[in-house]
């Protein structure tokens, strides 16, 4: 038998083996269909992006171990691809979804089917489009159970529910994207934040409560299990419910310690799961977001966004909502009390021990800069130039012609180049903007499509490490492929012998997103077992496009569980 056809044989076998592990396994089929959608918001009509007319669009629920069908077929004027956020995607690294990374996208008219598995991986994650602004509306939630006969690590709910926050603009948010990308300045901020496709009752003025605002009934006395996501596009959120405390018991689809809070903290691209047990007097609770809006000096929607708890009995016409008192937008040290005090739930099934050995141990400077103007344009970015983004000085360019990933598969040349470096090309003092602008060559960092190489199943450590070149924020930046570990995490410049120190190697919270603290620096770590073409970015829409991404090529391991399978037979393409 030739080599090809071992190799081919070895691929059956080994997604039969993945996907028929277990008699507990499903196949959980349905399909998207993605078209325009009139919807009314803020008293007005408008048109919208959607999947299967609705806003969030459906929520997959599924078991850990069910293998998951979706045929997508794009009606919409525009380019599509979907992201399984956070789905780990062995042995289906084409069904990943980020547009020119993994996949050409699906042309207007066209269609796709994505196939993946979810073993080892218990919690909520989400999917959305990842191409341009399109996940504004194109999102919704993916629900993982335990397998039939396996139960939470917590009590068991009462109830379960699902709680989206988005972000909405009074306009087609492609036309403010690519606006903004013309003339090269920060884009148009957003109109109103929302709660389940709806942006509250303090946006009221012309819908009544009920048709305005999302509301969940409880039962007094009993335990809610809330799955939160933040699906909006370029805001970090406080979420509250009046009166009430969370018990925090997952985070990007992995167990945690339970961790007691009175307020949530969460970036785009993040899911948190919480318990919730109606123990207050019967009434109208609400629940409510804001921004937690780190960079200094920044321009914000600072509005928020409301939901209503409604005990039994108890209706808007007789009782008043409770509103909560949120933190001030830019109460950085309740942010980083929250997002640094999650642990690891170490007796979870799926939990490993981290990784003592470092084979690739990477600085990756993050923030934004600026990229040239361009012969007769009209810039409107700082000093007439264009905003810009990059991580040890590569702003990332995608191709247009073919996928990172397809051209690793086919040894296409010219698509890419392997040379990210594990360490900034200067060392500066990366958090004090008081004399960053001298830094020559940092702040105008040249558009590349830039990625590193690491072998397969080698531990990869990355400390990022935030800039001021211009401005300073927290970067919630997000992983493709993999969960990580969070082993420590500060604000300044990052010191190893003195953050070694506190590595936590016991418990630390495994997550696919991580908010690097505003000024401050985080350290992960994970292991690359599995070949393909990873994605890192920052998961605020509006620095992408500015180049702040990278990305991992992992290398096949040698046998057919650790090669990248072919692409499937309809794999769109990109001419």
């Given at each position: 038998m030739a080599p090809s056809s071992v190799f081919a044989v070895g691929f059956v076998l080994a997604f039969l083996s993945l996907c028929f592990s277990t008699a507990s396994a499903d196949i959980v089929e349905t399909s998207f269909i993605v078209k325009n959608l009139t919807v009314n918001r803020l008293c007005q009509n408008q048109v919208i992006t959607a999947v299967n007319g609705s806003l969030p669009g459906p929520t997959l629920r599924v078991k850990e171990g069910d293998n998951v069908i979706v045929h997508v077929f794009n009606q919409s004027p525009y380019n599509l691809t979907i992201h399984w956020h956070g789905v780990f995607q062995k042995q289906s690294q084409w069904a990943d979804g980020p547009e020119f990374i993994t996949q050409c996208p699906i042309r207007p008219g066209g269609n796709y089917t994505y196939r993946f598995n979810l073993t080892g991986q218990v919690g909520t994650l989400w999917w959305h489009s990842h191409v341009q602004w399109l996940r504004a509306t194109v999102h919704g939630a993916l629900v993982?159970?335990?397998?039939?006969?396996?139960?939470?690590?917590?009590?068991?709910?009462?109830?379960?529910?699902?709680?989206?926050?988005?972000?909405?603009?009074?306009?087609?948010?492609?036309?403010?994207?690519?606006?903004?990308?013309?003339?090269?300045?920060?884009?148009?901020?957003?109109?109103?934040?929302?709660?389940?496709?709806?942006?509250?009752?303090?946006?009221?003025?012309?819908?009544?409560?009920?048709?305005?605002?999302?509301?969940?009934?409880?039962?007094?006395?009993?335990?809610?299990?809330?799955?939160?996501?933040?699906?909006?596009l370029n805001t970090q959120f406080f979420f509250k419910i009046a009166n009430h405390n969370l018990t925090v018991v997952g985070a990007?689809?992995?167990?945690?310690?339970?961790?007691?809070?009175?307020?949530?903290v969460i970036g785009p691209g993040q899911t948190t799961d919480v318990l919730l047990t109606a123990n207050q007097a019967p009434g109208l609770y609400y629940m409510a977001a804001h921004?937690?809006?780190?960079?200094?000096?920044?321009?914000?929607?600072?509005?928020?966004?409301?939901?209503?708890?409604?005990?039994?009995?108890?209706?808007?016409?007789t009782t008043t909502p409770i509103l909560p008192i949120l933190p001030a937008f830019n109460d950085t040290p309740t942010a980083h009390k929250f997002s640094s005090n999650l642990t690891a739930l170490v007796t979870s099934p799926f939990w490993s021990s981290v990784p003592q050995t470092v084979d690739e141990d990477m600085l990756v400077t993050v923030g934004l800069g600026l990229s040239p103007c361009g012969s007769n344009q009209n810039c409107s970015g700082i000093f007439g130039q264009r905003f810009s983004a990059s991580m040890n000085n590569h702003s990332f360019a995608l191709p247009s012609t073919i996928s990172v990933l397809e051209a690793f598969f086919r040894n296409v040349s010219g698509v890419y180049t392997d040379d990210f470096p594990n360490q900034p090309p200067l060392v500066f003092d990366y958090t004090n903007n008081s004399n960053s602008f001298n830094q020559d060559g940092l702040l105008m960092a040249p558009k590349s499509t830039s990625v590193k190489k690491v072998k397969f199943n080698s531990t990869v450590q990355v400390v990022f490490q935030n800039t001021a070149l211009i401005g300073v924020e927290n970067h919630p930046m997000h992983l493709h492929g993999f969960n990580f570990y969070v082993l420590a995490q500060g604000f300044g410049n990052y010191n190893a012998t003195e953050a070694s120190k506190n590595f936590n190697f016991v418990n630390p919270q495994e997550r696919n997103t991580i908010g690097v603290p505003v000024g401050g620096w985080a350290v992960i770590r994970f292991r690359a077992n599995n070949p393909g073409v990873w994605f890192v970015h920052c998961h605020l829409d509006v620095h992408l496009p500015w180049g702040l991404a990278m990305a991992f090529l992992v290398e096949n391991g040698g046998t057919p569980e650790s090669t990248l399978p072919p692409p499937p037979a309809d794999f769109p393409k990109c001419t």
């Open positions: 993982i159970r335990p397998r039939d006969g396996q139960k939470y690590p917590f009590v068991k709910p009462y109830r379960e529910d699902t709680i989206v926050l988005g972000e909405w603009w009074n306009a087609n948010v492609i036309d403010i994207e690519n606006a903004a990308l013309a003339t090269g300045a920060a884009p148009q901020i957003s109109d109103a934040y929302t709660i389940n496709g709806w942006p509250g009752d303090l946006f009221n003025s012309c819908r009544s409560i009920s048709n305005n605002t999302y509301r969940l009934d409880v039962v007094p006395g009993k335990t809610y299990l809330l799955r939160i996501i933040n699906a909006a990007d689809a992995a167990y945690t310690n339970p961790y007691q809070t009175d307020v949530v921004p937690y809006a780190s960079a200094v000096g920044g321009t914000f929607n600072g509005n928020t966004t409301t939901a209503i708890i409604a005990y039994q009995n108890a209706t808007s016409q």
